[in-house]
């Protein structure tokens, strides 16, 4: 089983719709969660840290369910500029490395 | 804008051949990394660094070795290059202000063996 997995995706998406990605992980002393972003043959990029409160920044949501080991993120009001890989990214301690998902996909329409 | 850099961007090589994947940085990041991403694929951590020589291996099994005599400085090398090291190669940094800290992302060496 792989450490970090997400809906495989492609989400293809009219504009202004709301998509839901989600990602479990199977170590559970990971310790820190984000969702990084990456453009098609870019870099990846963060987009927002996952805390255990969870976290809005503008129209997109991130939540942590430690119990489930399930993170989501939540995008509302799709723009086209929204189209993307969406990576799932867990830290599974302090002083290692970020381990990745393979990423889903999204395909935002007009 | 992520102040990390990679060299070359692109490389087509013939099998055999010695090569060196340069990676700078100039924020001063104690950690960096390498990672391995095949189109479509996920990024897998083949080497990593927690400051002036420290090294360690990744969870992607890998030819390649690595060095970190300066901060700032962690270039990648592979001896004898085949085709199955074709792949994408991301370097990446980040400081160790601990579990929330972000990693940043030179934009890559796309590296071709024929």
């Known amino acids: 089983r792989k450490e970090v997995e997400q809906d495989p995706g492609p989400f293809n998406v009219p504009e202004g719709a709301t998509v839901a990605f989600n990602c479990t992980y199977s170590?559970?002393?990971?310790?820190?969660f984000f969702w990084y972003r990456q453009d098609c043959r870019k870099e990846p990029k963060l987009l927002m840290s996952?805390?255990?409160s969870g976290n809005e920044d503008g129209r997109f949501t991130a939540q942590l369910n430690r119990a489930s080991q399930y993170i989501s993120l939540l995008i509302r009001d799709s723009k086209l500029s929204d189209s993307a890989t969406y990576l799932c990214?867990?830290?599974?301690?302090?002083?290692?490395?970020?381990?990745f998902g393979k990423g889903t996909t999204l395909s935002v329409s007009s | 804008e992520a102040d990390i850099y990679q060299t070359p961007r692109y490389l087509v090589i013939g099998t055999g051949k010695k090569i060196t994947l340069e990676c700078s940085q100039t924020m001063g990041h104690d950690k960096m990394y390498w990672y391995q991403q095949d189109p479509g694929m996920e990024l897998h951590l083949i080497h990593y660094?927690?400051?002036?020589?420290?090294?360690e291996k990744g969870d992607l099994s890998s030819e390649s070795t690595v060095s970190r005599i300066r901060t700032e400085h962690f270039p990648l090398t592979l001896e004898s290059a085949r085709p199955s090291h074709t792949s994408q190669y991301l370097c990446a940094s980040s400081d160790d202000r601990g579990l929330w800290t972000e990693a940043f992302f030179g934009q890559g060496t796309r590296l071709t063996v024929v």
């Open positions: 996952v805390y255990s």
């Open positions: 990214v867990v830290n599974r301690q302090a002083g290692t490395a970020l381990i």
């Open positions: 170590n559970s002393a990971s310790q820190s």
């Open positions: 660094s927690y400051g002036v020589n420290s090294t």
